[in-house]
């Protein structure tokens, strides 16, 4: 009884901050509707999978509280509607047409998908229950426990790259083949989540309407917003996108999303440049569509004009970047798209596939890292048993030429050290001390390879 009263109160609670656009003062200044949601849906993802550090099930807890208030979520969309014609029959005959409501077509789609996506992507974590890994917090040295062993070992070359994430802990042999099996399964499956829900994301993202403020804040020029590398890249007689993207990969004057948002800019920039020039009646395109729409040129000329072609290479870059970096954050252009959206059905099906993406990024990168502490730690595997069969075939020699004629000692029958020969140079070493200074070298290499 007292769950069910404390879980009414929290819905009302979600719900005036919803009605109330998140100005708990009711003043009026607060975010529009679709906006609130999209920010509710955002802060339950990052409550609930935020701590996503590690392959293991989501808490009993957590997972019923994603799954209730999701569900109080999109029970909104279950309201919305569009109209339709529908033929009715009269009673004594005769046929009469009405209007009907049923789902919108967006919502009547997606979000079943996204559903399914969901439920598969928290089916994935559940399988990580008996798993042949474990995690241990950085700086923590976990004793008694010979049979594993963890990055924390060698993590000084990739410990500024990560170093809020636990370590990987795996047997000191490496995981089973079953194991590594099941991991490279679960990645490829996610991976697939993860372009599916990109794809919805994308989609939604394309069809709202591109607000006057951020069309009033490109400049005049695209060359101005690109700058003259980036130009000269996109404006060369010979491009593709392909060799673009290797261009920028050897540069480091730029990040991608810095790059992301000036071509994107420039997109648009030769996108109104084309409509007010070439389109009869030419305004602003207000979606992210730069198709022609069928509209036939002013121009006579059979040629396509400049600035469509360099709109276009824009737009394929813009694409190849987001292929090449899935975990690309969102441009300037989508967080204004979000930040002025009105429809609330677009808003749910937005934020509810960026949260689903982030989800699947978030899996696919812990079992990438899974697997780089595997390899890491079989390699080492492979080379201490090499150095071991090494070690023991040293040994051999070192013996024959102990008890050789031409060594500096020799031994009486009994046993005992007779002589010793001071012009021979340095004392014989020890194979252990030898074979321990072989070894460091390798296993700075090794460090390498691991977290």
């Not at 919502?107 to 996204?114: D, I, R, S, Y």
């Not at 990560?162 to 990645?187: D, I, M, T, Y």
């Not at 021979?424 to 020890?430: A, K, L, N, R």
Request: glycine share 6%.
């Amino acid at each position: 009884m007292n769950s069910a009263f404390a879980e009414t109160e929290l819905m009302k609670e979600r719900f005036a901050k919803l009605l109330l656009g998140e100005d708990m003062s009711g003043g009026g200044n607060g975010v529009s509707t679709a906006l609130a949601i999209s920010n509710a849906i955002t802060n339950l993802s990052a409550s609930v999978f935020s701590q996503l550090w590690k392959l293991q099930p989501l808490s009993p807890q957590k997972k019923a509280i994603w799954y209730r208030e999701m569900e109080w979520f999109l029970c909104i969309s279950d309201s919305i509607v569009e109209l339709v014609p529908s033929v009715q029959n009269f009673p004594g005959g005769g046929t009469f047409e009405i209007m009907v409501p049923q789902p919108r077509s967006d919502l009547f789609v997606n979000v079943p998908a996204l559903k399914k996506i969901d439920a598969m992507l928290l089916n994935i974590l559940d399988g990580f229950s008996n798993s042949e890994f474990c995690y241990v917090e950085r700086g923590i040295v976990v004793s008694g426990d010979d049979d594993m062993t963890s990055g924390s070992e060698t993590s000084s070359v990739r410990l500024e790259e990560k170093w809020w994430l636990p370590f990987p802990k795996v047997p000191q042999k490496g995981l089973s083949e079953n194991a590594r099996k099941k991991l490279q399964q679960c990645r490829e499956c996610t991976n697939q989540i993860l372009k599916a829900a990109m794809a919805i994301n994308s989609n939604v993202l394309a069809e709202m309407e591109i607000p006057d403020t951020y069309l009033d804040s490109l400049p005049k020029s695209a060359k101005s917003c690109l700058g003259e590398t980036l130009h000269g890249y996109l404006a060369a007689d010979k491009f593709s996108p392909d060799g673009f993207m290797d261009r920028l990969d050897s540069s480091s004057e730029f990040t991608s999303l810095e790059v992301a948002n000036q071509i994107e800019a420039a997109a648009h920039i030769w996108n109104q440049k084309y409509i007010r020039k070439y389109m009869p009646g030419g305004g602003r395109s207000t979606t992210s569509s730069s198709s022609w729409g069928g509209k036939k040129l002013k121009s006579s000329a059979a040629e396509i004009p400049k600035c469509k072609i360099l709109a276009k290479r824009a737009e394929n870059v813009l694409h190849s970047l987001r292929i090449r970096f899935p975990g690309l954050p969102q441009t300037s252009l989508d967080m204004s798209k979000i930040q002025h959206n009105r429809d609330v059905g677009r808003a749910i099906i937005e934020s509810y596939s960026r949260v689903m993406e982030s989800l699947a990024f978030n899996i696919v990168a812990r079992i990438e890292d899974l697997l780089y502490v595997d390899d890491a730690t079989k390699q080492r595997a492979a080379a201490e048993s090499l150095y071991t069969a090494q070690g023991r075939l040293s040994c051999s020699f070192a013996k024959q030429r102990w008890i050789s004629p031409t060594a500096p000692f020799s031994f009486d029958h009994s046993g005992e050290l007779v002589s010793y020969h001071h012009d021979s140079g340095t004392i014989p070493q020890s194979p252990r001390n030898s074979h321990s200074r072989e070894r460091e070298p390798l296993d700075q290499a090794l460090e390498k390879l691991t977290f």
